[in-house]
């Protein structure tokens, strides 16, 4: 539905996006992870048309989205957009925002402005941090849009209202699917809202695939060190830890059912790693970018 | 409704809300005007002063000329990133903007004219000597639509002119903008004078003498040319965001 | 209940709590079962992680499907369940208890004393 080709795009000498490759199916709701500055509100933002690649291409449904209104009625972005809301009255945002996306449903709108108990008549920039978030959130949910990116989504809310947030996600999801992109930092708290997770690593594509194909490749693996050189040796592990006479090797490879089999007999314990850790091993090298 | 549609809409929902406001301070101004010069003496009057002539609707140009340019401007601080933040295309943009210029200028035309019909009778009214030679106009002799018409090409080409700078403002910041025309104007100044000296000529004619088919083609070339400009610039600017 | 945090895949665990319900009688044959949607509810999860669930226990002939009515147990489900458990309680859970008891040294006739004394030796 959602075709990236090798994407390229700098910022002066620093090269943000390298040779971005990215393929998304219908339908299904995407995490994007990353470090702070690796790239991810510029992949999002060019793949919604507001800033513009310096090469490569971004289709959706075979079409080149920027400048193509044709691909951009399908898409809605939300993201801190502070800037240009401030003077606005959330009320008239709504509307502008009724007439911009051709499928936007107003009693959603409203529902969802009373489960927030959100002033529409508020100035945005007399809102909340977490208000304002949630202005943004009411327009991307009830945009309808077939694309539904989310960047940040979780920026200044408490945890009350994030919960309810990734409840009326989930639930409009069921009812009416599209597809949605949420980057986010919270990633344990969110794991469980993505289909499939992307993460990005310098500047490329390190990892996509099923979340629940990728956790399981991700196990610890805690024993004596002379019944893991046997592992340590032909997968990729991730962390080692050292924990009086055991070993804590932090593996993301296969393991075949024998494999296990013997580890377990040799007194190897297995565990799963947690998404998020999993995350920060993959990407702890990441060198973040000061200050963009 | 296809994204033009829903731009061309979007867009006048701005202009409805700026039309409002402009009508109510033009025609507020000039009531003041008309109620302090009934009220004063010759030597403090509000309006367009010429010896003893006097025009209080005339000053609505200075009032109308600053609204345009704001309004040109913040187009481009405002409606722009919401625009495309709502996914509209700059193209679609920069039509709608053309559009709802045409409509704006046009609108605040009307009103002008009118206003400046009646200037003369209620000014004679209040006991003073109405002002009627405006150099584009005259409104003892002029068809008010010929009034309307010259004015909204005025504003128009005015407000042409403000989109393109306002597009430049957007797409490369103040400081840029002021050194890159400051640049040019010395450049134009060392290299031929003339060319500075005749474009302000033009200018100051163009203001204070009636629309001719010859300064007619050059307004227009310049609408359309200051709009094509913007759209220029317009068409590969990144929208301001926070880089994460 | 769902563990969301523990090492088992979450649609696994989704299988295997309806698989609960069903030995239970909480869900008996022809009931329905929750669908996607109440399960991303209640757990705030994925909708199609409950899905990969579902198909699962379809697979195995547990539940079936109504076209545009959802899933429902199937007919001998429970038996079903039975047998694939069974199956597993000598497979991994025995081998398990065997393991550990070698650990801790405790002969095989303690192991036979045990289950001829618990229960009245059956």
């Known amino acids: ?193 993505f289909e499939d997770i992307i993460i990005l690593s310098q500047g490329e594509v390190m990892i996509k695939g099923e979340t629940h194909m990728l956790l399981k490749k991700a196990n610890f693996l805690s024993g004596k060190e002379e019944n893991l050189l046997k592992i340590i040796d032909s997968k990729k592990v991730i962390s080692r830890e050292e924990f009086g006479k055991t070993i804590i090797l932090g593996i993301f490879d296969d393991l075949t059912q024998d494999e296990i089999h013997d580890l377990k007999s040799n007194g190897v314990e297995i565990s799963q790693i947690p998404l998020q850790k999993l995350f920060v091993y993959l990407t702890e090298k990441d060198t973040v970018k000061v200050g963009i | 409704m296809d994204s033009s549609k829903r731009m061309i809409k979007f867009q006048n929902q701005w202009v409805k809300k700026s039309l409002t406001s402009i009508w109510i301070i033009m025609i507020t101004l000039d009531l003041l005007g008309y109620a302090v010069n009934y009220y004063s003496s010759k030597t403090s009057s509000m309006g367009l002063v010429n010896d003893d002539l006097l025009s209080v609707a005339g000053a609505n140009t200075l009032v109308i000329g600053i609204f345009l340019v704001t309004y040109g401007i913040m187009v481009y601080y405002e409606n722009f990133p919401i625009a495309i933040g709502f996914s509209a295309t ?40 109405p002002m009627v030679e405006f150099g584009i106009f005259n409104t003892a002799e002029d068809n008010i639509l010929y009034i309307i018409f010259s004015m909204f090409i005025l504003f128009l080409t005015l407000i042409s002119l403000v989109n393109f700078v306002g597009s430049l403002l957007y797409k490369v910041g103040w400081i840029k903008f002021l050194i890159g025309y400051l640049a040019i104007t010395i450049l134009v100044k060392l290299y031929n004078n003339s060319i500075w000296v005749n474009m302000w000529d033009n200018l100051r004619k163009t203001l204070t003498t009636r629309i001719t088919p010859i300064s007619l083609i050059y307004l227009l070339i310049t609408i359309f040319t200051s709009y094509i400009l913007g759209y220029l610039v317009i068409k590969r600017t990144n929208i301001k965001c926070i880089k994460n | 209940m769902l563990d969301l945090s523990s090492d088992k895949s979450i649609y696994i665990q989704i299988a295997e709590s309806i698989e609960n319900d069903i030995l239970l009688g909480n869900l008996k044959e022809e009931d329905q079962a929750p669908s996607t949607n109440q399960f991303a509810k209640v757990y705030q999860i994925n909708p199609a992680t409950a899905g990969k669930g579902l198909s699962l226990l379809v697979e195995e002939g547990v539940l079936y499907k109504k076209r545009g009515l959802g899933m429902f147990v199937a007919k001998g489900a429970k038996r079903k369940i039975l047998g694939k458990r069974q199956k597993t309680f000598f497979t991994e859970i025995l081998p398990e208890i065997m393991a550990e008891a070698e650990r801790l040294e405790i002969p095989t006739d303690g192991l036979i004393k045990f289950f001829k004394d618990y229960k009245g030796g059956k």
Request: glycine share 8%; charged share 25%.
């Open chain 1, 1 to 193: 539905m959602l075709e990236v080709k090798n994407l390229n795009k700098s910022y002066g000498k620093n090269q943000v996006l390298t040779n971005v490759n990215l393929t998304l199916e219908e339908n299904k709701i995407y995490g994007l992870l990353g470090r702070n500055g690796v790239g991810k509100t510029t992949l999002l933002n060019i793949i919604a048309g507001q800033i513009v690649k310096d090469s490569g291409e971004v289709k959706l449904h075979n079409q080149d989205v920027f400048e193509n209104s044709k691909a951009m009625e399908d898409i809605c972005i939300v993201e801190d957009r502070g800037a240009a809301f401030g003077e606005q009255n959330v009320n008239r945002l709504f509307e502008l925002a009724k007439i911009m996306y051709k499928d936007w449903d107003e009693e959603y709108k409203n529902y969802l402005v009373s489960q927030f108990s959100l002033d529409t008549k508020k100035k945005y920039k007399k809102l909340s941090r977490g208000y304002q978030t949630i202005v943004g959130l009411i327009i991307g949910l009830a945009s309808r849009s077939s694309l539904t990116i989310f960047d940040e989504p979780s920026l200044g809310l408490d945890a009350v209202f994030r919960y309810k947030f990734y409840n009326l996600l989930l639930g409009d999801y069921g009812k009416n699917p599209r597809t949605i992109i949420i980057s986010t930092h919270l990633i344990d708290e969110v794991s469980n809202l």
């Open chain 2, 90 to 129: 700059r193209g679609d943009f920069c039509k709608a903007v053309i559009i709802s210029n045409i409509i704006m200028c046009l609108a605040i035309a009307v009103v002008f004219g009118l206003l400046m019909y009646i200037d003369r009778f209620i000014v004679s009214a209040i006991g003073r000597q």
